[in-house]
């Protein structure tokens, strides 16, 4: 009788031992796990890459004309002709660099499907994933346009010129760790490194085009 109670409370005791799983949470942490980083990489590489041109480029601008003439109007006129051109230049070149990405990727699927008939399900995921050039197109140009306004909605308000160039300089400051920042979460990758690389590159920018501006102005070109 106790070797049958023993073993009758061994069972018991095996069979209350109920994995208990937080259903919500698992369900949550799979759905994050089976999500596609690299169809974020389509636009998302565009989206980055014109928002922070944008930033760099007008404010880079922005400053080398600040650097040798203290009109605001000058500055203002500068950063719109380069916010416009740089818009066009941005989402032309996307659209042409991504449809040769798209076109080669469609032959290759081709030529996969002519050297194997058992296409069929995987043939279709593969399309799905194929760049699509007008997405990356207006996703450069507006983000462009996005980071471009930040310097100029900065200098416009501000009359005195060297706290007008300080400004510029904080505000795209500021703005290139967001930019970098919203990059790094939305890939997924380090946010520290993103917005330190991005910092970097934009100070670099701006100084360079401002000393170099500056000289040409010392040299009366």
């Not at 380069?82 to 660099?97: K, P, Q």
């Amino acid at each position: 009788m106790a070797n049958l109670g023993a073993r009758t409370n061994g069972i018991s005791s095996n069979q209350v031992e109920i994995p208990i799983h937080a259903n919500g949470v698992e369900s949550k942490q799979s759905e994050e796990s089976n999500i596609d980083y690299s169809q974020r990489a389509q636009w998302l590489r565009a989206a980055v890459l014109g928002a922070n041109d944008g930033l760099v480029s007008v404010a880079s601008l922005m400053m080398g004309v600040g650097a040798v003439k203290k009109d605001i109007s000058a500055m203002l006129v500068a950063g719109f002709a380069g916010l416009v051109a740089g818009a066009c230049s941005m989402a032309i070149g996307e659209f042409v660099s991504v449809y040769t990405q798209y076109d080669i990727e469609v032959t290759q699927l081709k030529r996969e499907r002519e050297g194997n008939n058992n296409g069929g399900v995987d043939e279709e995921s593969q399309r799905e994933k194929l760049p699509n050039p007008f997405q990356a197109a207006l996703a450069s140009a507006l983000a462009f346009s996005i980071g471009a306004l930040v310097p100029m909605l900065a200098a416009v308000f501000i009359r005195r010129h060297k706290i007008r160039m300080g400004v510029i300089g904080g505000a795209v400051s500021l703005a290139l760790l967001v930019f970098g920042g919203i990059g790094a979460m939305l890939g997924k990758t380090p946010v520290k490194k993103s917005c330190f690389r991005v910092l970097i590159g934009g100070w670099m920018a701006m100084a360079i085009t401002f000393g170099l501006t500056k000289l040409v102005g010392f040299a009366e070109l």
